[in-house]
């Protein structure tokens, strides 16, 4: 069945260093979704992708979607304290539900 | 307006004994999930409802786990003689409408709080 793998698991960063997590499919998805979970929280819906070669940005935050479409990665310039949290990837699962990838969890310190 | 809600949010049992979580999603939803996330892991899909429509429980770990939701509204998840290896956050989520099914895109779906299950 379809996979989703994302790396690396955990990250680590100095508060100002930039932080990237990827995401890969094992099949060719309709589209991406990534969403952040902070600790103690539940998941919340970041952004979509749907075009292949997309890339989309909100604010320090910058989602790109592979030509492919079979990888995405998530890169955040600048991180601050407030960007902690655990960041999923998700294709679709049959269309209906979500695939999640196990996620990458960012800590940062200032 | 009110986002997806879960009770309870904690839930301590006992080996063997049957629990109910429920979900009420976001009103005008059509679509709800269950998904379950365990200590560090990902989301594992468990079931999905669509309207009237047969639900999808394709994710469903075993006969002792099932799902209804009535009205086509509150959800409600019955895990029957739990087992240890059941504990977890079980989370419920909502979207507008179905999944991608022909199109490119699929509906933001809009989690709950969750319930996290301790089974002793």
């Known amino acids: 069945g379809q996979q989703v793998m994302q790396i690396p698991q955990y990250q680590h960063v100095q508060e100002g260093e930039d932080f990237t997590t990827y995401c890969n499919s094992s099949?060719?998805?309709?589209?991406i979704q990534w969403y952040k979970q902070r600790p103690g929280g539940h998941p919340v819906f970041l952004i979509q992708?749907?075009?292949?070669?997309e890339v989309k940005k909100q604010k320090r935050l910058t989602f790109q979607f592979g030509e492919a479409k079979k990888n995405s990665s998530l890169h955040i310039t600048a991180t601050q304290t407030t960007d902690v949290g655990t960041y999923f990837c998700?294709?679709?699962?049959?269309?209906?539900?979500?695939?999640f990838g196990k996620g990458t969890s960012l800590l940062v310190t200032p | 307006g009110a986002g997806v809600s879960q009770s309870p949010s904690n839930k301590v049992t006992e080996k063997g004994k049957d629990v109910e979580l429920r979900c009420d999603p976001i009103?005008?939803?059509?679509?709800l999930y269950w998904y379950r996330q365990s200590l560090g892991q990902g989301l594992e899909f468990l079931i999905y409802?669509?309207?009237?429509?047969?639900?999808?429980k394709s994710g469903l770990p075993s006969d002792r786990f099932s799902a209804e939701r009535t009205g086509g509204s509150v959800s409600t998840l019955t895990i029957q003689r739990t087992q240890q290896e059941d504990s977890a956050v079980y989370l419920c989520?909502?979207?507008?409408?179905?999944?991608?099914?022909?199109?490119?895109?699929?509906?933001?779906?809009?989690f709950g709080p969750g319930t996290r299950l301790t089974v002793l």
């Open positions: 998700a294709g679709p699962l049959g269309g209906y539900a979500l695939n």
């Open positions: 009103s005008g939803h059509t679509a």
């Open positions: 409802f669509q309207g009237n429509s047969a639900p999808d």
């Open positions: 099949t060719t998805l309709s589209n």
């Open positions: 989520a909502s979207s507008l409408d179905r999944g991608s099914g022909g199109s490119t895109s699929t509906d933001t779906q809009y």
């Open positions: 992708l749907v075009k292949s070669g």
